[in-house]
């Protein structure tokens, strides 16, 4: 089959590799209809992370069962599913109490919890980029579509960014009539800014420099705050009589840069410690790594962040992080789709055959106009 493989930094290919196998009788091979490129898959793609060479990428996986073990008797051969990124067992601890984003037994690395598809450090599984994807634990793992084709473009947000962008206001402990400020208009950003006001904001301000990106905060409802203009944290201050966001959501990571393109990977800690108010919640869902021999000062190659925790202390605020346990929101987002009270599909800009999946990576990574979702077709 055909597949999508990291080759080294900014290089990735479409090749022939073998088809999955059911390994375990609780294993899933799911055919995949849509499989989209994230910003996750970006820091690997520029070489900013240990990914090996050869790994077939993609966490964000949809598609149709293809055959299932014999251990499997909920999920049937036909099913339409969607595939949360984490690949969770289901009866351990952290999965016990819905953390299926740090399940203690699907990585073997010792001292990571958590696995994913396609991703570095997250265990020796392979991404779903590709024609086929096995899926362990997949009467735990995999959520029930509706048969056919209807709203595949918003379900196909359901295996990451829209319970990640959920999670962001969930971590900061948003509330109806809040005021939320997001930082990032990435997809995940404009994902969090869509749950933030699914969830009664008052006001989401969305903070990027990318044109295009924050037009598109503007068109669903929120306020766009463009950092390359003025500081973000005074602009959102200005906005709320000089008391800030009542909460915030991390949605850039530690590839945070100034507006000359300058990467200061505590910048957006910072700015969110400056923007919400005293007593404040804080989500991080962007990625921080506990190395990164590629940044820039010495500090942050060993994963330390001097961001301005003495404010933070101060303001008494309170911060949440972490990758998204994906299947403790998709049920529920999945019926706000089917509702029609949730359309993530808005930011969908570009949906390509698999064969052009390098030319997707290469726009994508450049943030070009106009590249602000790349949705791959198997
Ligand atoms: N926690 C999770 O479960 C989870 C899941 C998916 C993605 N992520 C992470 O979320 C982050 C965002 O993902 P994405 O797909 O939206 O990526 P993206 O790279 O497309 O978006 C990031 C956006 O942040 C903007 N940005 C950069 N510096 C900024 C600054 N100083 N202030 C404001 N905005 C700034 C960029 O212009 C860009 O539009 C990444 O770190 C990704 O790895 C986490
Ligand atoms: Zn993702
Ligand atoms: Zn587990």
Redesign the pocket.
Known sequence: MKAVVYQGPRKVAVKDVAEPAIQAPTDAIVRLTTTNI???D??MYEGRTSVEEGKILGHENMGIVEAVGAGTDRVKVGDRVSVP?NIACGSCRNCESGWT?FCLRTNPIEGMDGAAYGYANMGPYDGGQAELLRVPYADFNLLELPQGTEHENDFTMLS??FP?GW?GTELARMQPGDKVVV????????MAAHSAMIRGAAEVFV????KD?LDLAGKIGATPVD?SKAD?AQQILDATGGRGADCGVE????????GTGQE?PE??LD?LVKSVRSTGGIGV???YVPEDPGATSDLAKEGRIAFQYGTFFSKGQHMGT???PVKRYNRRLRDLIIAGRAQPSFLVSHELPLSQAAEGYER?DK?EAGWTKVLLKP
Do not use: E, M, W
């Open positions: 994230c910003g996750s970006l820091h990124f984003s990451d960014i990640t999670h930082f990032g208009a990435g997809p995940v950003g404009l903070v990027d420099k990318a990106r950092f973000p949605a850039v990571g530690y590839q945070a840069h100034d200061h910048l957006v700015n869902v962007g990625v972490g990758q998204a994508f943030r």
